[in-house]
């Protein structure tokens, strides 16, 4: 485990991470270095990311306001501008130390500044690693619609050093934990076996699963990078996963599923359907449940709120062309794309996980 290379843009693992950085400093002939953080970057992440550090090239440090919400084209224009006082050119380079609202803002900010500068991002969420930093979708949300805005381009460099998740709270390394199982589960028996006791699991032993969920990650946005088909299966999970978590979101009675909670409720929900649509075994669908609802325990979705979620998912459909984005698994690591589900057998899939 150490780096892997991309559509041009190479990974870095630990401690590799610095010496490779260093190295790209060295050879590049950068003009000024910024970089840009949230507040809980800057305070547990950037004093690390300097003290490893080797280069003579001025250094600016810009800070934004950490949260989904500032995730728009409001605070890009404060970066911009930023950016612009502090004199970067052409010849700048955009370091995203962050999760992946500051590595897709980030992203996006350095795309479009001045026609494009080179940028490198340094995830520090599980979630970032092994996800949002891979796979070059950059961008911010438009209003509540999310990513509606933005570019698919790579970072030259990305580094995935794990020391950050240290200081990560629990809950956001249980949202980056939901990804790395719906890499097993469309596309690696072995890599999903691994995960059968979700309680053993800790940050001694996390390295190398979450660099086999970069290389899944990594393999399946290689073939496809504009999402035409194998990109799709990514979606596992998250076609009722996205609704239940907009219902969520805009309900002030109910608690805040972050992001990876949400896709759980949804990849439990599409295993079910998947049984019923797909010839996925019924047997394992139900330790797929068992399994996740141990682990992360059971949101409380009243029969009446089932309509209400399923209106949301063809608001989702409607901004698709009226095209439904399911993807069920005909087994682990064989999933089917673009598949047609009936509201009754959604109903019949909230009702097997509320059992
Ligand atoms: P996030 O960026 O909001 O980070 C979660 C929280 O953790 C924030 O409060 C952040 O300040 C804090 N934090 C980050 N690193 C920390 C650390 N090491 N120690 C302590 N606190 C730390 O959320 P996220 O889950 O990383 O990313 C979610 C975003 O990623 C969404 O906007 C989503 O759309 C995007 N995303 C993008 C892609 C893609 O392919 N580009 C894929 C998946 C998700
Ligand atoms: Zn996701």
Redesign the pocket.
């Known amino acids: 485990m150490d780096s892997i290379t991309t559509n041009k843009c190479s990974i870095h693992f630990n401690n590799i991470c610095y010496t490779s950085l260093n190295e790209h400093l060295r050879k590049s002939n950068f003009s000024k270095i910024f970089i840009l953080v949230?507040?809980?970057?800057h305070q547990?992440?950037l004093p690390y990311f300097l003290e490893k550090l080797e280069t003579n090239i001025s250094i600016e440090i810009i800070e934004i306001e950490?949260?989904?919400i500032n995730?728009n084209i409001d605070t890009c224009v404060g970066v911009w501008n930023t950016l612009s006082e502090l004199n970067a050119d052409r010849k700048s380079l955009l370091i995203n130390i962050?999760?992946?609202?500051?590595?897709?803002l980030g992203?996006f900010v350095a795309c479009t500044f001045k026609r494009g500068i080179k940028y490198v991002n340094v995830?520090?969420?599980?979630?970032?690693m092994v996800?949002?930093?891979?796979?070059?979708?950059?961008?911010v949300?438009l209003g509540h619609l999310?990513?509606q805005i933005g570019v698919i381009s790579n970072p030259d460099l990305v580094l995935i050093d794990t020391h950050?998740?240290?200081?990560?709270?629990q809950n956001?390394m249980r949202?980056?934990l939901a990804?790395m199982l719906k890499h097993g589960l469309i596309s690696d028996e072995k890599y999903w076996e691994k995960f059968q006791d979700l309680s053993m699991l800790s940050l001694d032993n996390l390295d190398e699963l979450i660099y086999e969920s970069v290389m899944i990650k990594k393999n399946v946005v290689e073939i496809d990078p504009f999402e035409n088909n194998l990109r799709k299966t990514l979606n596992f999970g998250h076609t009722l996963g996205h609704a239940i978590e907009s219902y969520f979101l805009s309900n002030p009675n109910k608690t805040t599923l972050?992001?990876?909670e949400a896709i759980v409720v949804g990849m439990i929900l599409a295993a079910y359907i998947s049984t019923e649509l797909a010839g996925f075994p019924k047997q394992v669908a139900h330790q797929i449940k068992t399994l996740f609802i141990d682990y992360y325990g059971k949101v409380v979705i009243d029969k009446s709120e089932y309509a209400t979620i399923i209106e949301l998912l063809k608001y989702d459909k409607k901004n698709n062309h009226g095209n439904i984005n399911f993807v069920l698994l005909e087994n682990i690591g064989n999933p089917r794309i673009d598949c047609l589900v009936d509201d009754t057998v959604i109903i019949d899939a909230f009702e097997f996980y509320a059992l």
């Open positions: 949230d507040e809980n970057t547990f992440c950490s949260g989904e995730k962050g999760g992946g609202v500051i590595t897709d992203g995830p520090t969420t599980l979630l970032s996800d949002a930093s891979v796979g070059g979708k950059t961008g949300d999310k990513n950050f998740l240290n200081t990560l709270p956001q949202s980056g990804e972050l992001h990876g």
